[in-house]
Nanobody, 125 residues
Framework: VQLQASGGGLVHPGGSLRLSCAAT??????????MGWYRQAPGKLRELVAD???????NYADSVKGRFSISRDNAKHMVYLQMNSLRPEDTAVYYC??????????????????WGQGTQVTVSS
């Protein structure tokens, strides 16, 4: 399973960015259970930003409530994070995470939690 994140960049305070993450597998994906975004700032632990389960239940970190919005496209195996009103303290490497269920080309079932490679978000004037 591979998760490919994109959409990071440099933005001024108050600006917006939209992160995307696509899940692929060498085989067939049956479903993706929970999907989420985490971030890690220099010198800090990785923290949950937002997650969404297969039923659409969403959790946000208190620090991003009202500013960030997570969504998913089950048909495309993708998760998105719309980030508005960005602040310098949102600067971090953002990672997507997903619990993927499927089968490989040999017909072997798998259920795997995977991480994307990270995308840098920098909020600075």
């Amino acid at each position: 399973v591979q998760l490919q994140a994109s959409g990071g960049g440099l933005v001024h305070p108050g600006g917006s960015l939209r992160l995307s993450c696509a899940a692929t597998a060498a085989g067939r994906i049956f479903r993706i259970d929970d999907m989420g975004w985490y971030r890690q700032a220099p010198g800090k632990l990785r923290e949950l930003v937002a997650d969404i389960n297969s039923g659409g239940t969403i959790n946000y970190a208190d620090s991003v409530k009202g500013r960030f919005s997570i969504s998913r496209d089950n048909a495309k195996h993708m998760v998105y994070l719309q980030m508005n009103s960005l602040r310098p303290e949102d600067t971090a490497v953002y990672y997507c995470n997903a619990n993927v269920v499927g089968e490989d080309y040999g017909g072997n079932y798998f259920a795997m939690r995977s991480w994307g490679q990270g995308t840098q978000v920098t909020v600075s004037s």
